[in-house]
């Protein structure tokens, strides 16, 4: 089994900072790519940020130049910087990571999800 653990949410401040951190564990054969998405109430989840096993970034254009995704392969961990962080901000943050589990003599990706983690940017 592959599970994704999130952590690092929590209240903040207008203009602060939060690093969010998602460790892949359980029996893993390979990790493709690994993102961060996340969803407001009543708003539609989307893609914030992304990472590739060879370090290929993408990020929501509006979350550019403030926040930033890092990848640590050896520890299956992904990381998201969050700066000059906004109320709009606000939402639960979901790792997703394209895995490949131990199967013997198969070879299949499967798609997981993280818990999710609660961001709150308030005054």
């Known amino acids: 089994q592959v599970q994704l653990v999130e952590s690092g949410g929590g209240l903040v401040q207008p203009g602060g900072s939060l690093r969010l951190s998602c460790a892949a564990s359980?029996?893993?054969?390979?990790?493709?790519?690994m993102g961060w998405y996340r969803q407001a109430p009543g708003k539609q989840r989307e893609l914030v940020a992304a990472?590739?096993?060879?370090?290929?970034?993408n990020y929501a254009d509006s979350v550019k130049g403030r926040f930033t995704i890092s990848r640590d392969n050896a520890k299956n961990t992904i990381n998201l910087q969050m700066n000059s962080l906004k109320p709009e901000d606000t939402a639960v943050y979901y790792c997703?990571?394209?895995?490949?589990?131990?199967?013997?003599?198969?070879?299949?990706?499967?798609?997981?999800w993280g818990q999710g983690t609660q961001v709150t940017v308030s005054s």
């Open positions: 359980g029996s893993i054969f390979s990790i493709n790519a």
């Open positions: 997703n990571a394209d895995a490949i589990p131990l199967m013997p003599g198969r070879i299949t990706v499967y798609n997981y």
């Open positions: 990472i590739t096993s060879s370090g290929s970034t």
